[in-house]
């Protein structure tokens, strides 16, 4: 994964008056401070998010953000669109210019997406290496059986791309209705599984993304991720 970060003598050249050759005096004199601790090396790493001070001077303060959105159907994952509503027109966020969206769902697949403008924590979560597990209720339009089961959990051929789907775990909840849980995110994905058995997804709902549940957060409502979530999200 490419690094979003800059080291700290670089930043500071690129940031001020000084070169970089200057910045080890700085560094001495104590008059860098990094999210508010006095900097030790040249070498510290400075990321889009790192809040820079020098000499009492803020040079760079970004926020990051990460929201929690129920998207209702017939909105549209994308941040522009000509002819529907988009999931960043249901934001009030001051920041939603910056947003983009981990993990996008179909025009009428409902649930839950993240945004973020953090491009390095969306790569990882929507990452298969990452392993984090999406989790969809679908209703489908014939009959469910065990053989479901056993051929999501050992992958579907996709032909279009040459690819097999990672093993996904299928819980059958009635006749039409289960539960999915899978750790990618190929185009269409949920309705190409169900499509080699001919069997059409007639609902699809995103209830989890790793840590991250939907429960009671209403259509076309948002949240800020919880301390706990971006915990249990800062993958390695
Ligand atoms: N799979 C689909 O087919 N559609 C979605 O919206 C999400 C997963």
Redesign the pocket.
């Known amino acids: 994964m490419k690094s979003s970060t800059t080291r700290l003598d670089r930043f500071i050249s690129q940031h001020s008056a000084f070169s970089m050759a200057d910045v080890r005096l700085l560094i001495a004199q104590g008059r860098i401070l990094l999210d508010n601790l006095t900097a030790r090396s040249i070498n510290e790493p400075v990321s889009k998010f790192t809040r820079v001070e020098l000499d009492g001077v803020c040079l760079r303060n970004a926020q990051s953000v990460y929201l929690a959105l129920h998207k209702p159907a017939g909105v549209v994952s994308a941040t522009k669109d000509s002819k529907h509503p988009t999931v960043l027109d249901l934001l009030q966020h001051p920041q939603k210019g910056e947003l983009h969206i981990a993990g996008r769902?179909?025009f009428n697949?409902t649930g839950l997406v993240l945004l973020t403008n953090d491009g390095k924590w969306s790569r990882t979560l929507s990452s298969p290496d990452a392993r984090v597990a999406k989790v969809?209720e679908v209703r489908v339009a014939r009959p469910l059986t065990g053989e479901y089961v056993t051929a999501f959990n050992a992958g579907i051929y996709f032909a279009h791309e040459s690819i097999t789907t990672l093993p996904a775990q299928l819980e059958i909840l009635s006749e039409y209705r289960c539960r999915l849980s899978l750790v990618e995110?190929k185009y269409?994905?949920?309705?190409?599984m169900f499509g080699y058995f001919d069997n059409k997804v007639l609902s699809?709902h995103r209830v989890s993304v790793g840590p991250v549940f939907l429960g009671e957060l209403q259509p076309g409502a948002s949240r800020h991720l919880t301390a706990l979530e971006l915990a249990q999200t800062a993958y390695k």
């Not at 269409?188 to 190409?192: A, E, P, S």
């Open positions: 769902l179909d697949t969809y995110g269409h994905q949920v309705k190409r699809l």
